[in-house]
C-alpha cells in the first residue's frame, strides 16, 4: 500500500515516529517519508542513527521538515504532494499541560485544526490521528484537548467534497517502554541503587502495548479506514506493582506514595457511553461515528459484532492479564 506513496508523520522524531520510519524502512517500498517536527536536534539524531543501520543511500527516501503543527502555513508547504500523514505531534506530558494549559491548546487543539485544514485543501487521501486513552472521560487538561482533537479527525470527515479524504483515530494508552513511561523511570532507579519504587497508587492498572502493535494498528488504519473510525487494539493488563517486582525484583520495597493531579486508577479505552456504536474484531474494536453522513452500510468493516450495551474496555477489568513472570519476558529481563 505504501509502494510509490509519500508519506508525512507529524511529531516523526517522538518514540512512534521512529518506529513507524524504521518499519517503513524494512519492510516498504515507499516513494518519500517526511519527518515533520519542531527540534533540529532530535531530526539530526534520528537522521544520524538511521544512517547507522540502513546506509546513507536508503535514507535518501527521508526528508527532516522542521515545523510546528501550529504553523498553518509550514503544514500546508509540508504536505504538498503527500498521500498518507499520520498526524502524532501532542503535547503529552499531563503535568506541563495543566501548567501550561494555553500552549497543550495551541498544539493538541489549535495544531489539529491546521493538520485537518491543510490535509483538505492538499488533497491527502488518508490522515491517522494518534489518539489516548486520557481522552476518555478525561479528568486532566491533556485528556481534554485530545478528547476534542478526536471529535475535530472525526468530524473532518463531513468536510471533504468526496471520500477522497479520509480522516481515522487510533487509540491507545502508555506505550511500553516510550519516553515518559513509568518502565524507563523503574529501570533508571533501579540501576541508581534504589531499594524501592514509588507506587502513586497500589491498585493502579495499565495496558500493555508495544511500539510494533501501535504501529500496527496505523498501518490497518490507513488500509481499511472508509471515514470517522476510532480503532483500538485488544492488549492486556497488568497490575504497576507486578512491572515494580518484574523490574526490582520479588524483594523490592514499594511505597504508595499517592495519586498524582490529574492521575486514573484505572485506564479506559472504550466508556460504557460509547457501546450502543461499537464493533468487535479479532484483535480490535472500532468506535464508528454517529452522524448523519455516516449512514452507509458498507462503510463498516465486515467481520464484527456490535458489542454488548453498557460494554466498557477497562484496564482494571480487562480478561487478558500479565503476569511478574509474563512481564519479566516481555522486558527481557532474566
Not at 134 to 162: E, H, M
Not at 174 to 197: E, H
Not at 198 to 218: H, K, Q, Y
Not at 292 to 307: F, I, L, T
Request: glycine share 8%; hydrophobic share 40%; charged share 25%.
Amino acid at each position: 500500500m505504501f509502494e510509490g506513496k509519500r508519506i508525512l508523520i507529524t511529531g516523526g522524531t517522538g518514540s512512534f515516529g521512529r518506529a513507524f520510519t524504521r518499519r517503513l524502512l524494512d519492510k516498504y517500498d515507499f516513494e518519500r517519508l517526511i519527518i515533520y517536527s519542531r527540534d533540529e536536534f532530535k531530526q539530526f539524531n534520528m537522521k544520524n542513527e538511521l544512517i547507522q543501520i540502513y546506509g546513507e543511500e536508503k535514507i535518501k527516501k527521508l526528508r527532516f521538515f522542521i515545523g510546528d503543527v501550529r504553523d498553518r502555513e509550514r503544514l500546508y508547504r509540508a504536505f504538498y504532494a503527500v498521500n498518507y500523514v499520520i498526524h502524532a505531534a501532542a503535547m503529552k506530558q499531563v503535568p506541563t499541560c495543566e501548567y501550561n494549559p494555553f500552549e497543550a491548546i495551541k498544539t493538541n487543539i489549535h495544531g489539529a485544526q491546521n493538520v485537518i485544514d491543510a490535509a483538505i485543501d492538499r488533497g491527502i487521501s488518508k490522515v491517522v490521528a494518534l489518539s489516548t486513552d486520557k481522552a476518555v472521560n478525561p479528568i486532566n487538561l491533556y485528556g481534554g484537548t485530545k478528547l476534542v482533537s478526536d471529535k475535530l479527525f472525526i468530524a473532518a470527515n463531513a468536510y471533504t467534497a468526496s471520500k477522497e479524504n479520509v480522516f481515522s483515530v487510533v487509540r491507545y494508552g502508555n506505550v511500553a517502554g516510550s519516553r515518559g513511561s513509568v518502565i524507563p523511570f523503574f529501570q533508571k532507579l533501579i540501576a541508581d541503587g534504589a531499594r524501592s519504587l514509588p507506587i502513586t497508587n497500589f491498585a493502579m492498572t495499565r495496558f500493555w502495548i508495544t511500539l510494533d502493535e501501535g504501529v500496527d494498528l496505523v498501518i490497518k488504519a490507513l488500509k481499511e479506514s472508509k471515514g470517522g473510525e476510532t480503532y483500538i487494539s485488544k492488549i492486556p493488563s497488568f497490575r504497576i506493582t507486578d512491572l515494580a517486582k518484574a523490574i526490582g525484583g520479588d524483594e523490592i520495597e514499594l511505597r504508595e506514595i499517592g495519586i498524582r493531579e490529574g492521575e486514573k486508577i484505572h485506564e479506559v479505552m472504550v466508556s460504557k457511553d460509547d457501546s450502543s456504536h461499537v464493533f468487535e474484531y479479532d484483535r480490535h474494536y472500532i468506535i464508528y461515528p454517529q452522524y448523519d453522513w455516516w449512514n452507509v452500510e458498507d462503510y463498516y468493516a465486515p467481520n464484527g459484532r456490535q458489542v454488548a450495551s453498557g460494554f466498557e474496555y477497562n484496564s482494571g477489568t480487562n480478561k487478558e492479564w500479565l503476569s511478574i513472570d509474563d512481564l519479566r519476558q516481555r522486558l527481557t529481563i532474566k
